[in-house]
């Protein structure tokens, strides 16, 4: 006989005082530890799990969040953290029933990962939720002002790809009150575009694109400066004085080359147009629209600080040069660009809509006149650039099919010391000749390096560093490129290390999960760089053999491959593979849903697609309950409200979805009261307050709860001092939870005489 039922039997009537002094003697004798310690309770359920990084190392300080789905709250977790091997152990400290939710993991502002959200987890007791892969965040931060240097708030960033043009919005995507910024981008080049509004700043401030910026780690920009903006307006006409719409308006500044950014910059029905711009001098370039046969204009104006009226802009009507570009195997070559250049004076003109579109055919309006025009495939191509010489344009011009031809792979790194030197321009001048060969794509990057193609052949190389670097050019005579060639060059003159060997064995493969493979070519990498369609991807750590590309889009990709030790690039190695949609499963079929009694759950049942699945999902109400595997053909859902509820099956394959199949089932009960068993004091929670109330109702004349079966605890047919015990003993000490309806509220399935209205 416990201390409590001794003390009770001798008491005929205790005070409520008493009964709480009683409830303390009982909580200390049967608790093993020496009070309460918050709200977790040794019956609380556990989350187990790791976070890890893309090279399977833990992650740690990563908070974690439990979402309750329908009233979208937080739940109560402690220790809801992961530890140094990026592990977690979180205890959910308030009793909720088993089913769906979501899990938020969210890294710390300045750990180099992005969060996960709103993933579908199901809970039902202890559960381990397995392992979670954050990918790889680089940081851009800095601060922007006016031009004044004026604190400027509430600045919107915006992130473009610097190689696709394909524009992306991450969190934290402006400038706070202090004008600071600090934003999590994936890594990689972005075109990053400032613009203020009304809230910034009163003034017309012109917005500012940083390009080609290499983002990859911790990047701090410093100040970002915002000019003040010009009005800047003008009519653009045709040669019969008919206004050009639709003409894109561009600026450049003629003193630092920066694109000025001119939002809403095309003309309207009138062939007006209305930017703003900083005062200076600028170049101002006028497009017409693709299919128009005029041709684009460009002229220098001086913008003052009161704005600037440029009048009539006439466009020249121009001629046609068409053609479609194809390699020397007789194959296509999308997405190659064309140059004019006028071959007595050598000045390039500006043209618009001059690629060759995805079945290789080109039309570019030119104005009459004698050209060199340029023909520049992409690097991944394999295609050397071709210029064809002297080309006569007097009207519409046929080139017919223009062949370009296998180019040799001419890479490298350009470093001065151990530090790679960027905006070099690279050029090579034929040996024999002494004639310099035309080349694009020609500055090294962030890492210093290079890459061009060219015909096989002997080539005279000069290396020159940017103005005010303090270097001086590199030139080299004799380069031999008829086969490809990996160098590099040390601008300090000391003699360069050998770079690495490039990776070997590599593989693309699986369409709609990407994966790459390969193999080590030295062991002494100090990371791996993973290019796809010639922008950077992600650097991985110098032993990965393997990258999974989950965001691959689908289309025939071509990714590249360079190892990187001590500032050194090896040569980089291609694979390509199509990875188009691939059909998605077929749906399941002959879904059916009935409710099974007594207790309020449904069974589904249904016939799976011939072809199998992964997995398939139910959804019910909108929201994911369960994953089950790809061969289930039923599932009973339990633990149901009444009224009208809405189940989907979905089919998962190669990890595409089916369309949904939906049934409805209007979720009826047996008749009886609903009620929580051990709910005493009716306030819908189960804690020490109920085995309170259940004591005063025995010993200290308190009221009996409506629905008398909820302070049955151990559903004996009765309410006696064994119900308190019970219940404290499953709050405090791991016995026994109370009998059903719990820990969710029905109804009695063994009614009894105890009344409950």
């Known amino acids: 006989m416990s201390r409590l039922e001794f003390v009770l039997q001798r008491e005929q009537v205790i005070s409520v005082s008493t009964v709480h002094r009683l409830l303390l003697v009982f909580l200390f004798s049967w608790l093993p530890f020496p009070g309460l310690s918050g709200q977790c309770l040794p019956t609380s359920w556990i989350l187990t799990g790791s976070v890890l990084d893309d090279n399977g190392a833990g992650i740690s300080s990563v908070d974690l969040d439990l979402i309750d789905p329908v009233s979208g709250l937080l739940l109560n977790l402690s220790s809801d953290f992961t530890v140094l091997d990026g592990l977690f152990t979180a205890v959910i400290c308030e009793v909720v029933p088993p089913g769906s939710y979501f899990l938020d993991i969210n890294p710390g502002s300045t750990q180099l990962f992005f969060g996960l959200s709103n993933i579908p987890v199901t809970i039902n007791g202890n559960t381990d939720l397995g392992t979670f892969v954050l990918p790889d965040a680089s940081i851009v931060s800095g601060r922007v002002v006016g031009e004044t240097f004026e604190i400027l708030p509430f600045v919107d960033l915006d992130f473009t790809d610097s190689q696709t043009g394909l524009a992306q919005v991450f969190s934290g995507d402006f400038t706070e009150a202090d004008g600071f910024f600090s934003t999590k981008v994936n890594p990689g080049f972005w075109d990053v575009q400032f613009t203020a509004g009304a809230s910034s700043t009163p003034l017309n401030m012109v917005p500012r694109e940083l390009r080609d910026l290499s983002i990859i780690g911790i990047i701090d920009l410093g100040d970002v400066r915002l000019r003040e903006g010009r009005l800047v307006t003008g009519t653009v006409q045709d040669p019969l004085g008919n206004p050009v719409v639709s003409a894109d308006i561009d600026l450049r500044d003629v003193v630092t080359g920066e694109k000025i ?66 390699g020397d195997s007789g194959n296509i070559v999308p997405g190659t660009d064309l140059d004019f250049i ?307 099956v979905v089919g998962i394959s190669n990890g595409l979805s089916s369309a949904g199949i939906d049934c409805t089932v209007d979720v009826t009960g047996p008749t009886g009261v609903i009620f929580l068993r051990g709910d005493a004091n009716s306030d819908s929670l189960v804690n020490l307050a109920d085995s309170i109330s259940i004591l005063e109702y025995l010993f200290s004349g308190g009221s009996p709860s409506s629905c008398q079966s909820s302070m049955d605890v151990n559903d004996s047919g009765t309410i006696n001092i064994a119900d308190a015990i019970n219940l404290l003993a499953y709050l405090f000490s791991g016995g026994p939870p109370p009998e059903l309806p719990f820990p969710t509220s029905g109804i009695d399935p063994t009614p009894d005489s105890l009344p409950c209205i």
């Open 261 to 326: 950014v001119t939002p809403g910059d095309n003309t309207n029905s009138s062939g007006q147009f209305s930017v703003f711009s900083p005062d200076g001098q600028m170049e101002i370039e006028v497009d017409p629209i693709q299919g128009s046969s005029l041709v684009p204009a460009l002229s220098v104006i001086v913008v003052p600080n009161t704005g600037l009226d440029v009048g009539i802009i006439l466009l020249q009507e121009g001629v046609a040069v068409s053609g479609t570009v194809v």
């Open 342 to 648: 006028i071959s007595s004076t050598g000045i390039e003109i500006p043209t618009a809509h001059d690629n060759a579109n995805s079945s290789g055919n080109f039309s570019v309006q030119v104005v009459p006149d004698t050209y060199d025009i340029a023909f520049r495939p992409s690097f991944l191509s394999g295609f050397a650039p071709r210029v064809l010489p002297s080309v006569e344009v007097i009207g519409n011009t046929d080139l017919g099919v223009v062949e370009v031809f296998s180019g040799s792979a001419f890479t490298g790194t350009v470093i001065a010391g151990p530090d790679p030197v960027i905006d070099c321009e690279i050029v090579l001048t034929d040996s024999i000749t002494g004639a310099e060969v035309y080349m694009f794509g020609n500055d090294t990057d962030a890492l210093g390096v290079f890459a061009v193609r060219q015909l096989p052949g002997v080539y005279d190389l000069l290396i020159t560093p940017p103005i005010g670097s303090g270097l001086n050019e590199y030139v080299e005579t004799g380069i031999d490129l008829t086969t490809d060639l990996n160098r590099a060059i040390d601008l300090l003159g000391a003699p360069p290390g050998t770079p690495p060997e490039p990776v070997q064995d590599l593989t693309c493969c699986c369409p709609g999960g990407v994966v790459i493979q390969w193999e080590l070519g030295n062991t002494d990498y100090d990371l791996i760089q993973i290019q796809r369609q010639g922008v950077f991807l992600t650097n991985l750590a110098g032993d990965t053999l393997l990258f999974n590309d989950m965001n691959a889009p689908l289309e025939s990709l071509t990714y590249q491959v360079i190892a990187v030790r001590s500032s050194l690039t090896s040569a980089p190695v291609l694979c390509t593979l199509d990875n188009s949609p691939v059909t998605p499963p077929a749906p399941v079929e002959n879904l059916f849903c009935e409710q099974l009694q007594p207790e309020p759950t449904v069974q589904l049942t249904w016939v799976n697609d011939p072809a199998g699945y992964d997995s398939i999902q139910i959804f019910k109400d909108g929201v994911l309950e369960v994953e089950v595997t790809g061969a289930t053909e039923d599932y009973i859902s339990s633990g149901l409200s009444l009224g009208a509820h809405v189940w989907e």
